[in-house]
């Protein structure tokens, strides 16, 4: 499974980040479902918010996979395009990439306003109250497309009217959104806001526009990147020391131009992005050194059988699930010992030999996987114990390890393993919402749920899949909706893009 244009096992990851945030906000929170299937730190009856209480689930890995991929896309975006050198050039390419920014911070304030039954209006009759807010969530879907399609050059002949579209979808967008009366919140009111953005989103603008950034002016330098990491880091550990308040530490952690947009806090993030911007750098490697060995008619050495690459890649999934049970149950001695047993295991199967460009690939990310996955377990112990909320530093390295194994996993899958047509259907849907993220990820609340309020089967669908396991369905055929939604619009090549 191949495209010269894309690297598809990240396309992959970020399919299965966002596919993962779908589902767990559309699987029932009646408190049936056991512990695992929400996020560690609002378990279920009450799903309250308990800040000392340590482990992760599979939720609690989608937001930070999303995060690896975003990093990893950096290099891999820029291509062969000509990056900055000078002065003037760097200049150029941050306005290009804090216009990015800037668009993903309107998409967090947009779509948090025009969330189904986010608003409701005084003025109009009670039967108009039962349809408008569904209508109005489709009108905002649909300026959505006005204001974030990448539309192809037979339509929109060129760039000039890609930007008069897009001002345009803004601006109708800003019209709808002042023009609402929003249900009355203590720090909100019930007049537009723009503090009222959905946090995901946010945090995505802000090391979008940072990460980039320092990619850019550290591309040819990895261990200064990641380097840089230290600082964000001490900036985060001295939030608990006594003198912590007044100091210019103090000064620079909440330093911002405005709230709503941008945040320091937000950058401790990039201890993810950051590190996922070296894996782009070997995905990217790779792609030149097989373009080069085909330009050259160069033979490759014999690959490996499909036994032991299916090994690799199973041993590396692997790491998934015997964490996340082992550091959920809390059971820290054992879960230690079955990570050494299994990279015991992978240092020998991964070991240094005469191989292909993709085996060598395999080898560093291997390498830098089990370096991130042991530094993570080693600060297990601190802040109370791994949390999502608020996140930790064993939280933020050990989900990088687990990033690179699942890497590993995924370029295996869409390189050199033919799967059943059946299962590789599934693969090709994941891979194609992770092309159209931003379509997958609101097309749920914003198209979905209007469609079924307008239709009148809500209820119906609310009532018919109650309870326990059938909660759990009705996320997955939620999820499975959106995935077809999102696969249309990317086999016609409608793609969004900040």
Known sequence: MTNTNRTLSIDALRGLAI??????????????????????????????????????????????????????????????????????????????????????????????????????????????????????????????????????????????????????????????????????????????????????????????????????????????????????????????????????????????????????????????????????????????????????????EVPESRMITSIKAILCFAFLPVNLLGLFTRELWLNLVVNLCLITFGWWLFRPQKGTITQTLHRKLWNWGVYWLLLGLAFEVFEGGIKKDKSTLSYYFLTNGLAFFLLISLTIITEEIKLWRPFQAILTSIIECGQNPMIAYVTGGMLLLPLLGITGLQGWYNEAFSGAWLGFLRGILFTGVVVVITQWFTKRRIFWRS
């Not at 150029?92 to 216009?99: A, D, E, P, T, Y």
């Not at 019209?175 to 609402?180: A, D, P, Q, R």
Request: proline share 6%; aromatic share 14%; glycine share 8%.
């Open 19 to 300: 596919l993962g945030m779908v589902l767990s906000g559309s699987i029932t929170f009646a408190g049936a479902l056991p512990a695992w299937m929400y996020h560690a730190q609002v378990p279920p009856p009450a799903h309250r918010f308990i800040p000392t209480l340590a482990g992760i689930t599979w939720v609690d890995l989608v937001f930070p996979f999303f995060l690896f991929s975003m990093g990893a896309a950096i290099p891999l975006s820029f291509g062969n395009r000509h990056l900055p050198e000078t002065w003037g050039e760097y200049i150029v390419s941050g306005r290009v990439v804090l216009k990015r920014g800037l668009l993903l911070a309107f998409f967090a304030i947009f779509t948090q306003h025009i969330k189904v039954f986010a608003y409701s209006s005084q003025e109009i009759s009670p039967q108009e109250i039962r349809w408008m807010p569904h209508i109005i969530g489709l009108v905002g879907y649909g300026l959505l497309f006005v204001t974030f399609t990448r539309f192809p050059r037979t339509l929109v002949k060129s760039a000039q009217w890609e930007n008069i579209l897009q001002a345009s979808g803004i601006l109708l967008s800003a019209v709808l959104m002042v023009s609402l009366t929003y249900p009355q919140h203590p720090s909100f009111g019930t007049s537009w806001n723009p503090q009222r953005s959905d946090i995901i989103l946010l945090v995505l603008s802000n090391v979008a526009v940072v990460g980039t950034a320092l990619w850019l002016v550290t591309r040819t330098n990895t261990m200064l990147r990641l380097g840089l990491l230290a600082f964000f880091l001490a900036l985060r550990l001295s939030l608990n020391e006594p003198n912590f308040i007044g100091s210019w530490q103090h000064l620079v952690w909440f330093a911002t131009p405005a709230t709503w947009l941008f945040k320091v806090y937000f950058l401790q993030y990039l201890c993810i992005v950051l590190v996922g911007t070296v894996a782009g750098e070997m995905m990217q490697e790779m792609g030149w050194k097989k373009a080069k060995a085909v330009h050259l008619q160069e033979q490759s």
